[in-house]
T-cell receptor
Framework: AQSVTQPDIHITVSEGASLELRCNYS??????LFWYVQSPGQGLQLLLK??????LVQGIKGFEAEFKRSQSSFNLRKPSVHWSDAAEYFC????????????FGGGTRVLVKP | NAGVTQTPKFRILKIGQSMTLQCAQD?????MYWYRQDPGMGLKLIYY???????DKGEVPNGYNVSRSTTEDFPLRLELAAPSQTSVYFC????????????FGDGTRLSIL
């Protein structure tokens, strides 16, 4: 079955440390890939997206993500986490024939320790 | 610079009551979506619309109805509220091209008691 998996439900990281959030998908062809962030009580904000080309994409707030076709993965990274990065992060995919419809992973909640 | 506006932000309903969740966007987007977010489950698509007068079911449409009489508005209706519909509801909109991201409202937190 087609799915999006974020294996880590919670991650706790110290301020200033690096962060990596995992995302794996199972679709036949390479879908369009997105990372969204949700702060408490807010809607989702787009961090970055991948459609084609360079497999390392840069986003807002210092985030980047790397698409690895061989691993069906699209992991999100940030070299140095700030306290304001505490939020929930969602990976989403738009399959080729889905017509702009997104399928979301279950989300990863990030806690930042001082 | 409003984007996607959802009302109300919070609501408590009794079982069997009905209500309409409002969603409006000012970006002239043809595509609009309704999602529900349950803890640990990510977002699930309820209904979507590709333009005024056109709607279609998503992954979890049972118990809901939508209409799209204008480009700007996409209300979601619950006819007979059930406890299973306790959730946070998000409306989103996007331009037509596949490479255009969805823009989300701040959500409506709905409790059915």
């Amino acid at each position: 079955a087609q799915s999006v998996t974020q294996p880590d439900i919670h991650i706790t990281v110290s301020e200033g440390a690096s962060l990596e959030l995992r995302c794996n998908y199972s679709y036949g062809a390479t879908p369009y890939l997105f990372w969204y962030v949700q702060s408490p009580g807010q809607g989702l904000q787009l961090l970055l997206k991948y459609f084609s080309g360079d497999t390392l994409v840069q986003g807002i707030k210092g985030f980047e993500a790397e698409f690895k076709r061989s691993q069906s993965s699209f992991n999100l990274r940030k070299p140095s986490v700030h306290w304001s990065d505490a939020a929930e992060y969602f990976c989403a995919v738009e399959p080729e024939a889905a017509g702009n419809k997104l399928t979301f992973g279950g989300g990863t909640r990030v806690l930042v320790k001082p | 610079n409003a984007g996607v506006t959802q009302t109300p932000k919070f609501r408590i309903l009794k079982i069997g009551q009905s209500m309409t969740l409002q969603c409006a966007q000012d970006m002239n987007h043809n595509y609009m979506y309704w999602y529900r977010q349950d803890p640990g489950m990510g977002l699930k698509l309820i209904y979507y619309s590709v333009g005024a007068g056109i709607t279609d079911k998503g992954e979890v449409p049972n118990g809901y109805n939508v209409s799209r009489s204008t480009t700007e508005d996409f209300p979601l209706r619950l006819e007979l509220a059930a406890p299973s519909q306790t959730s946070v509801y998000f409306c989103a909109s996007s331009a037509e091209s596949r490479n255009q991201p969805q823009h989300f409202g701040d959500g409506t937190r709905l409790s059915i008691l």
